[in-house]
């Protein structure tokens, strides 16, 4: 209830009953927002393929580097 | 996470061990940590698997370019946070400048199963996940995204004000309405 406790910033004059109150009704609202989303989010995969995607495209991204970089001579670079 | 810091891309020249994602150690450790999260975020927001899919591979990919600038201010959470916030932001107003609308709500369950023990649980689990598609959609962008930006525990709210460019101040005033907007919606789509 780490979050809970931050969101406690109502004045400090209310009476306890109504404070109780609120906070029970914040924690349900709490309740059905984020531990719905993250029940939600715990039951989504990411794409098995998608690992291999990234890792085709980063060497072809190295494979482009090589190319526009090639790895001459200093002086033939300057030359180019 | 040191890693990112100490080994940052040097050159253009990418190193050849580099060209297999195997051998980029600190790379590989940062898509298991945080691929997951950066997926979710994208498929509530854009609300579809394929497009979330892409978004995540273009987020990730963008991080590898720009390992050697990440400066460790943030944590790499919250700097991959911050790429797929703005890369999504990006892909909505180029849909909406071409008036191309995301409505996919079905698509989002029928390939992207939940691995799930029986079919009436599956059941649920697809109901409920299109009832929060449904939800997050009709409430207002901001909101949605300080809801799936606080439903992860390891983000503190100054980073969600961090990462939603408002005061600390502000987002708590927000976090309120966005849970009531949500609730009621949800409640609607019952």
């Known amino acids: 209830m780490k979050r809970e406790r931050k969101l406690n910033f109502r004045p400090e004059h209310q009476e306890q009953v109504s404070v109780s109150e609120q906070t029970s009704h914040h924690q349900e609202e709490a309740e059905s927002a ?16 998608l690992a291999q995607r990234l890792s085709d495209s980063v060497r072809e991204e190295c494979a482009a580097a090589a190319v526009v970089h090639p790895r001459l001579p200093w002086w033939k670079r300057l030359l180019k | 996470m040191n890693l990112l810091v100490n080994k940052p891309l040097e050159s253009p020249e990418c190193d050849r061990a580099r060209l297999d994602l ?55 959470k919250t700097w991959l946070y911050r ?6 932001r990006n892909l909505h107003q180029a849909w909406q400048e071409r008036h191309v609308f995301s409505n996919a709500d079905q698509a989002v369950w029928d390939s992207a199963p939940a691995p799930t023990k029986s079919p009436l649980h599956a059941l649920e689990a697809k109901e409920l996940g299109q009832r929060i598609q449904s939800t997050l959609d009709q409430i207002p962008t901001e909101y949605r995204l300080i809801l799936l930006l606080l439903a992860d525990d390891e983000l503190s709210y100054q980073e969600i004000a961090d990462l939603t460019d408002q005061s600390l101040d502000a987002v708590r005033g927000k976090i309120h309405r966005a849970r009531k907007a949500f609730a009621t919606t949800f409640a609607q789509t019952a």
């Not at chain 2, 997951?36 to 892409?54: C, S, V």
């Not at chain 2, 790429?83 to 999504?88: Q, S, T």
């Open chain 2, 83 to 88: 790429i797929a916030i703005n890369h999504c």
């Open chain 1, 34 to 49: 984020e531990e719905l989303i993250r029940s939600d989010a715990a039951r989504i995969t990411v794409p098995p393929g």
């Open chain 2, 22 to 76: 195997a051998g980029s150690a600190a790379f590989v450790e940062l898509y298991e940590q945080n691929s997951k999260a950066i997926y979710y975020l994208a498929l509530r927001l854009l609300g579809d698997p394929q497009k979330a899919e892409d978004a995540t591979h273009d987020v990730f990919l963008k991080a590898y370019r720009k390992m050697g600038q990440f400066r460790g201010d943030a944590s790499v």
